[in-house]
Nanobody
């Protein structure tokens, strides 16, 4: 198993940046594909970005591509989400997730077995 803890959320103005972190403990971090998801009030959880175990492959939702960057440091057992040019519609609770099936980079929440508790990101206009 792996335990995940997100950090770095906060209240920011539109157009600014934030970097989220997801610290992992437990089983070898590099044994997991990792992803970021978000959930706004009254909406379903949606895919944001995902990264392969090695970091060589990344995928993004259309709504964040070009603004957000996902990365990971396996030595530090940490994944990151650099969020630039933030918009009010980016406001949500952001979750990191781990998928033990390293042969794929999943974009569906149901494919991820382990989740963090979430960190709130609020973007004011």
């Amino acid at each position: 198993q792996v335990q995940l803890v997100e950090s770095g959320g906060g209240l920011v103005q539109a157009g600014t940046s934030l970097r989220l972190s997801c610290a992992a403990s437990g089983r070898t971090f590099s044994s997991y594909t990792m992803g970021w998801f978000r959930q706004a009030p009254g909406k379903e959880r949606e895919f944001v970005a995902a990264i392969s175990w090695s970091g060589s492959s990344t995928y993004y939702a259309d709504s964040v591509r070009g603004r957000f960057t996902i990365s990971r440091d396996n030595a530090k057992k940490t994944m990151y989400l650099q969020m630039n040019s933030l918009r009010p519609e980016d406001t949500a609770v952001y979750y990191c997730a781990a998928d033990p099936e390293v042969y794929r980079v999943a974009v569906t929440a149901n494919d991820y077995d382990y989740w963090g508790q979430g960190t709130q990101v609020t973007v004011s206009s």
